[in-house]
């Protein structure tokens, strides 16, 4: 029993520890759209349609977030808000630091692959990402 438990602990500690590498944060610029929130007591909220998604844009660890709006014929509309983010890293992890002129916050990046995206906050909140497919009409 005593080496179940000790084994729980460090799957339970290794599943928490982020598996994202230095060479992963290019994968971070582009269009992102939310799939799914995940809160801390495990409740899920899917996000089948979006208005909005998420562009990044980062050089050197440096860059912006902006909300865009994909418009039918492949462009996209912005009000041209743009927080400033940073990327940190600290004890292995990566995290997104966000400065606007009204606030500053970091999200932890647990996972960054070519589709996928998953931050969390200091509330323990998910938020579950896969890249953006474009559609167009023309």
């Not at 009204?102 to 969390?120: A, M, N």
């Amino acid at each position: 029993m005593k080496n179940f438990s000790l084994l729980l602990i460090t799957l339970l500690l290794i599943s928490c520890h982020s598996n994202v590498k230095k060479e992963d944060l290019a994968k971070l610029n582009g269009y992102w759209e939310i799939k799914t929130v995940v809160q801390a007591n495990g409740d899920k909220k899917d996000y089948k349609i979006n208005e909005t998604i998420d562009y990044f844009e980062a050089k050197n660890n440096s860059g912006f977030r902006q909300k865009v709006m994909p418009q039918f014929d492949g462009k996209y509309k912005t009000n041209g808000i743009q927080e400033i983010i940073k990327i940190i890293a600290k004890d292995n992890d990566f995290y997104i630091e966000y400065r606007t002129p009204y606030g500053k916050w970091q999200e932890q990046i647990l996972e960054l692959k070519d589709s996928t995206l998953v931050l969390q906050n200091k509330d323990k909140l998910q938020y579950q990402y896969k890249r953006f497919t474009p559609f167009s009409l023309k």
